[in-house]
């Protein structure tokens, strides 16, 4: 019923413009393949043949927020993750939704 009445009431204003779900994934391996991927065999294989060699390139960091709004995902990848990449991040955030100098958002993080 309060939702309804919310909907229904254009009065109310939003708390902001953006909402924004955020979330991190440090640790992620960072490899390739060391041969091309085979073409599949009519009758033998369905499938793609792969090689199970690979390299290893060290790990990196996801730092990704979706717009909850508009559904626009925007993302860093980090070869390290530290408080310094986050505030690297927010700044992005920050250049995206206000392009003109200085950048006036407010942003209210909370970590689910």
Known sequence: QQ?????????????????????EKPGIQAISNTAEDLPPVAGEHSTIGRDSEYNRHGTLSLLAGIDLVTGEVIG????????????????????????????PSRFRTTKV
């Open 3 to 23: 939702i309804e009445y919310i909907l229904e009431n254009e009065e109310i204003k939003p708390l902001c413009d953006v909402y924004l779900s955020y979330d």
């Open 76 to 103: 860093s990848i980090e070869e390290r993750h530290r408080s310094r990449e986050f505030v690297d991040f927010l700044k992005k955030l920050d250049a995206h939704y206000n392009p003109e100098p200085p950048f």
